[in-house]
């Protein structure tokens, strides 16, 4: 497509409860990347993926955060046991070359 | 350490000039992009600047000077529908990840 398409468009979960989202990248963008966006703007760069390969994940709380670019699926971001502070926007974005980087949506991800 | 710096509400009139300031300080430099962000939506690409000088699109203009570690957004000819955050993000060296200020958010009065 001609857009990144993110879904769900809100996610509501109970503290400790698992949460999965989802991004289809720009047709012909090898590269994706998550972002979390808390109040007041703050992003937060969590992952980015070469095609399949994860390219850099300094940003990603790795004790229960996961993701995974798999070919001809969509891409995800998984959070395992949520907590209160998880509570943000994700936002995924795709690049077909390391310069202007196009941004889905976003996931609203609520943790009651 | 990484450091982006803008400052968090500006206001201006329609009609009128406004310019966004961005300073920063990251380990490595490999280009700065502004990005505008209405309430509840995706960032969409402004500018990207590379080397130094004045990048002008149409209403907007973005400028950086790598050695002050310094640019700024330059909006013309001012909208109401402007009225939205505007984010200086800059590309650190050897990756490809955003490195983001908080935004400054802006409004336009008519």
């Known amino acids: 497509g001609e857009e990144v398409a993110q879904t769900p468009k809100h996610l509501v979960r109970g503290e400790g409860q698992k949460a999965k989202l989802y991004c289809a990248p720009i047709?012909?963008?090898?590269?994706v990347f998550w972002y979390q966006q808390v109040l007041k703007n703050e992003f937060k760069f969590l992952i980015s993926f070469q095609n399949e390969n994860v390219f850099d994940e300094t940003g990603m709380p790795k004790e229960r955060f996961s993701a995974k670019c798999l070919p001809n699926s969509p891409c995800s971001l998984e959070i395992q046991a949520t907590k209160l502070e998880d509570s943000a926007v994700y936002f995924c974005?795709?690049?077909?070359?390391?310069?202007?980087?196009?941004f889905g949506p976003g996931t609203r991800l609520t943790v009651l | 350490g990484q450091n982006i710096d803008q400052p968090t509400e500006m206001t201006a009139t329609e009609g009128a000039i406004v310019q966004i300031n961005c300073t920063y300080q990251t380990s490595g430099f490999n280009g700065l992009f502004w990005y505008q962000q209405h309430a509840g939506e995706a960032p969409t690409f402004l500018s990207y600047?590379?080397?130094?000088g004045l990048e002008e699109k149409g209403r907007f203009s973005s400028f950086l000077s790598r050695s002050k570690g310094y640019s700024y957004l330059l909006l013309k000819e001012l909208q109401m529908k402007d009225s939205a955050s505007y984010l200086c993000?800059?590309?650190?060296?050897?990756?490809?990840?955003?490195?983001f200020g908080t935004g400054t958010r802006l409004q336009v009065f008519p």
């Open positions: 047709k012909g963008h090898s590269y």
């Open positions: 993000a800059v590309r650190p060296f050897n990756t490809d990840k955003l490195i």
């Open positions: 974005a795709s690049s077909p070359q390391p310069n202007e980087q196009f």
């Open positions: 600047n590379v080397l130094d």
